[in-house]
């Protein structure tokens, strides 16, 4: 083993936003001025963001932490004693000890932060490709066998089981069929699927080489929101070094079975993240939702059998390959099984990622993670689940975050999404927002949709303005029925669900004279708590 002490500098685009490139460069200058050589290995990020840029030694007793980091702390930090462990106010110690990563159960995301996300050799270190390994003895049916087993549901949004969706591809007679991954990723405050691209994509690349396996795939595509360029670069380098050693390719570790990869990058509209939607941009048209059926597992991409899989789906794979069904499935309440991937953002002290079993509650995740708001003012709403996802008021905040327990009062788990507003929010400009979202979205296919939200905003305008409230309330809910009934994917009819639970759990906010929190405008904020 090297001498030469190693030091952790996240790679990833949320370090690389607030100065891990200049960090980098401060702390290798500074080695060098010192005459003191360090080996600096650019990690992916922890997903604990409020510490970005983290920087990580490694010491005798484990990753000792320093964040966050700016160019000018870098040569204190050395007089303190980095690479070794240094008593510097940025200090906070051994990572894995931290309470905000010790209380979590990170199996999708075991790896993101502790390996460099280029490295295959990293990767296999760290148990990667064991899954893989595994599914290359198997028959597809015992792998889909597996994935049921499991309880994995499709973290995209719609929770549809993996499984399932695997079983109706393996099935269909036609060929070639094809594995797609989602990574659109447009739910505001979601940032899960880019961790794994960025700080873990070896995991991405054994997940879906496993789908294809299973259904009998040989290509695969990964479709990138445009708004991602790290992402399409970290995926780009990680396919050529699979395939390099022989992980990805014609002859898979010699087994003469062949998955390749592409990776596809969107052009920056919310419905391609709608996967019908996301077919047509793949195949070089205009984001317009097809109708189902047909499903994409019978008839998707150029009309073939598709698995279509959100990222953290198939990064999910692996380890059940690897470890088992029953281990995957023992984490979970009800019907969720496994592992939620909680994004904790809005405001926020400690926004970050959160990988828990499913049943955790929102009081839980406030009290033990977030470190209450960023403006020390107290919560008032937390959206739920993307721009699509309801407001969740206080008398919900102990309800377990499992799929069925949210679907009983109306809200959704989507994509994991946690967006936390202070009393300040004012909950009809949100409603009105979620409106004009979909206004701008709409992919224009459907008249509830595309008409709806344009009427929707309108509304929503008198309501702010104060003409005649009640009864442009009594239009907006009518309005919300016909969307959430009448329109032909979850975009139209998701819009009102946002909307519904402002109206219903924060009435105040409609009512003609108040400005935010459902106070008169000639009220002043209550004190900070
Ligand atoms: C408007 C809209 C946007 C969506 N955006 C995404 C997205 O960005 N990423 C994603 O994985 N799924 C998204 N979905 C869900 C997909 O249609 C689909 O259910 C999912 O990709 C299937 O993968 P899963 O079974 O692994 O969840 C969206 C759905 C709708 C209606
Ligand atoms: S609901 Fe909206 S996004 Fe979906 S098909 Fe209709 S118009 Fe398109």
Known sequence: MSSIPTVYVPCDSSARAVGADEV???????????????????????????????????????????????????????????????????????????????????LTFARIGIT?????????????????????????????????????????????????????????????????????????????????????????????????????????YIYVRSEYPDSVLALKEAIQAARAAGYLGSDLLGSGRRFELEVRMGAGSYVCGEETAMLESLEGRRGIVRAKPPLPAINGLFGQPTAINNVVTLATI??????????????????SRGTLTVQLAGNVRHGGLIEVAFGVTLRELLDQWAGGTASARPVRAIQVGGPLGTYVPPSHWDTPLDYEAYAKFGGVVGHGSVVVHDDTVNLAKMARF???????????????CRIGAVRGVEVMDKIIAGQDTERQIGLLRDLCDTMVNGSLCAMGGMTPYPVISALNHYPEDFQKGTDHAGRRSTQKPAAVA
């Open 318 to 335: 692996p380890i059940i390959l690897a470890r088992g069904a029953s281990f995957y499935r023992d984490f979970g309440v009800g019907r």
């Open 434 to 448: 979620a409106m004009h979202f979909c206004a701008l979205e709409s992919c224009g296919k459907c008249t509830p």
């Open 116 to 220: 460099d996300p280029r490295s295959v050799d990293d990767y296999l270190a760290h148990e990667g490709f064991a899954g893989l390994r595994r599914a290359l003895s198997m028959a597809p049916e015992a792998i889909v066998k597996d994935v049921i087993d499991s309880g994995l549901r499709g973290r995209g949004g719609a929770a549809f089981p993996t499984g399932i969706k695997w079983q109706t591809a393996m099935r269909a007679a036609a060929r070639p069929k094809y594995v797609v991954c989602n990574a659109d990723e447009g739910d505001s405050g979601t940032f899960a699927d880019r961790l794994i691209m960025e700080s873990d994509p070896l995991v991405l690349i054994e997940g879906m080489t496993i789908a294809g396996l299973a259904i009998g795939a040989e290509m695969g």
């Open 24 to 106: 980098a460069g401060a702390i290798a200058a500074e080695s060098r001025r010192r005459g003191q050589p360090l080996h600096i290995v650019r990690n992916g990020s922890r997903g604990l963001t409020w510490l970005e840029p983290l920087v990580e030694c490694a010491t005798a007793s484990g990753r000792i932490g320093f964040g966050p980091v700016r160019p000018e702390d870098v040569a204190a930090l050395f007089d303190a004693g980095l690479p070794g462990p240094a008593a510097h106010p940025l200090a906070i110690g051994q990572l894995e000890e931290l309470p905000y990563l010790k209380s979590q159960q990170r």
